[in-house]
C-alpha cells in the first residue's frame, strides 16, 4: 500500500511519544470535528436504506442531479478503472498517488503530466484526472478550463475525472452542477471538511448510467447506517456550513503567515493545508516528529505538507519548534 499521513500510531512508536501527545497535521483535515447527532438504535441493527434521505442531501449540498454515496472516495478511486476497457491515462501531477495506482493496477497507460502538458497530450488520452484543489501542491483550476477539457475527451467517448476533495471551502469552483453530461465524474471527500475522516463516507457525481454501474462494482450496503445518519446530518447544516468555511479560510491564511515570519515561504496550498518544498524535507519532518509535531513528508519530490492546528497552544506550539528549527539549521 502507498504511504499516506494520519498513520499517527505509528510515528508514537517510532519516535516514542504517547499518541495523546502528538499535533497531528498530517492529513490535510479540518481539525473542528462536526458535532455527531444521536444515532437512533435502528441504524445499528438494521441494514442500511438507500432511500432514506442521504442522496438527497448531498444532492443539494453539492449542487448536483445524481450523487452516489461510497465508503470513502478511496473506494471510487479504486473501483471506477473497471468501468472502461484499457486505454491511455493521464493523470495531473504530482497529486494523491492512489489516481495513478488504481488506473495503473487495472492494466492502463497512465502517463503523469504537468499542468503545462495536459493541452498537448489531451488528444491522445482517454481519460484525464485532475485534483482539484490539487493536494499537494494546491493548485486550483477554473471550471471553464475544465470543462474545455472534457469537451475534447467527451467527443471521443473519453472521461475527465475531478477529485474534488478539498473543494468544500471554495464551492463556487466545483463541476458538481455539470455532472449530469456524459464522461465527467466527480469525486467529494466528506470527511476532510468535515473533520469526520473516520466515517469513511464520500460521494461520485456523474450521470445517471455510469453511477449506475459504478454502483454495481461498490455492491449493496457499502455505507453502514449510522454513517448515513451522520452524512445528512452535517450535509443539511447550512450554516455550520457557512461557519467551517470562515474557520477554514481564517486558518489557511494565518498558516501560511506563519510559515512566512518563520521564513518557510509555501511553495502552493489551500484553505486546508499549506505545501512546502525543501532540500531538508526529511530532516525538517524528523526535527518536528522528534517534538511530538507530524507532518506529511513527500520523499519523491523533497516537500512536506503541514495540516492547521486547532487550539491556540496548537499554534504556538507550531511556531516554537519551526523557530526552533531554524535555529539549528
Known amino acids: 500500500m ?38 437512533p438504535l435502528r441504524a445499528w441493527a438494521r441494514l442500511p436504506e438507500v432511500d432514506d434521505g442521504l442522496e438527497k442531501a448531498a444532492g443539494d449540498y453539492y449542487g448536483a442531479a445524481h450523487v452516489l454515496p461510497v465508503p470513502g472516495s478511496q473506494a471510487a478511486i479504486q473501483l471506477l478503472p473497471r468501468l472502461r476497457r484499457s486505454g491511455k491515462v493521464g493523470v495531473l501531477s504530482p497529486c494523491y498517488a492512489e489516481h495513478a495506482e488504481a488506473w495503473r493496477r487495472a492494466g492502463y497507460v497512465v502517463r503523469e503530466v504537468q499542468e503545462q502538458e495536459v ?7 482517454d481519460v484525464l484526472v485532475v485534483v482539484n484543489p490539487n493536494n499537494p501542491t494546491g493548485l486550483s483550476l477554473s471550471p471553464e ?21 478539498f473543494m468544500d471551502v471554495t464551492p463556487h469552483l466545483s463541476l458538481a ?29 456523474a450521470e445517471r448510467r455510469l453511477l449506475k454501474l459504478l454502483a454495481e462494482q461498490v455492491g ?27 474557520r477554514c479560510i481564517e486558518a489557511g491564511q494565518r498558516l ?3 510559515l512566512q515570519r518563520q521564513g518557510f515561504e509555501p511553495n502552493g496550498g489551500c484553505a486546508l493545508f499549506q505545501w512546502l518544498i525543501t532540500p531538508h524535507a526529511e530532516r525538517l519532518h524528523a526535527f518536528m516528529a522528534q517534538r511530538g509535531i507530524l507532518l506529511r ?21 507550531l511556531e516554537t519548534a519551526l523557530a526552533a528549527y531554524k535555529e539549528v539549521t
Open 2 to 39: 502507498l504511504e499516506h499521513g494520519g498513520r499517527l500510531r505509528k510515528a508514537a512508536i517510532e519516535y516514542g511519544i504517547a499518541e495523546a501527545d502528538w499535533l497531528d497535521l498530517s492529513s490535510g483535515l479540518a481539525p473542528w470535528p462536526w458535532p455527531i447527532p444521536e444515532i
Open 119 to 125: 493541452d498537448f497530450f489531451l488528444d491522445g488520452l
Open 145 to 165: 478550463r475544465l470543462l474545455d477539457w472534457h469537451t475534447r475527451l467527451a467527443q471521443r467517448g473519453g472521461w475527465l475525472v475531478v477529485d474534488e476533495a
Open 177 to 205: 452542477s455539470h455532472t449530469h453530461q456524459v464522461g465527467l465524474i466527480v469525486m467529494r471527500s466528506f470527511g476532510k471538511f468535515f473533520g469526520l475522516a473516520g466515517v469513511r463516507l464520500g460521494f461520485v457525481l
Open 220 to 246: 449493496p450496503w457499502a455505507v453502514s447506517g449510522p454513517t448515513r445518519v451522520i452524512g445528512q446530518h452535517c450535509l443539511r447544516d447550512s450554516a455550520g456550513h457557512t461557519r467551517q468555511r470562515t
Open 256 to 258: 501560511f503567515d506563519l
Open 297 to 317: 513528508l513527500f520523499v519523491h519530490n523533497s516537500s512536506v505538507r503541514f495540516g492547521l492546528p486547532d487550539s491556540e497552544a496548537d499554534w504556538q506550539r
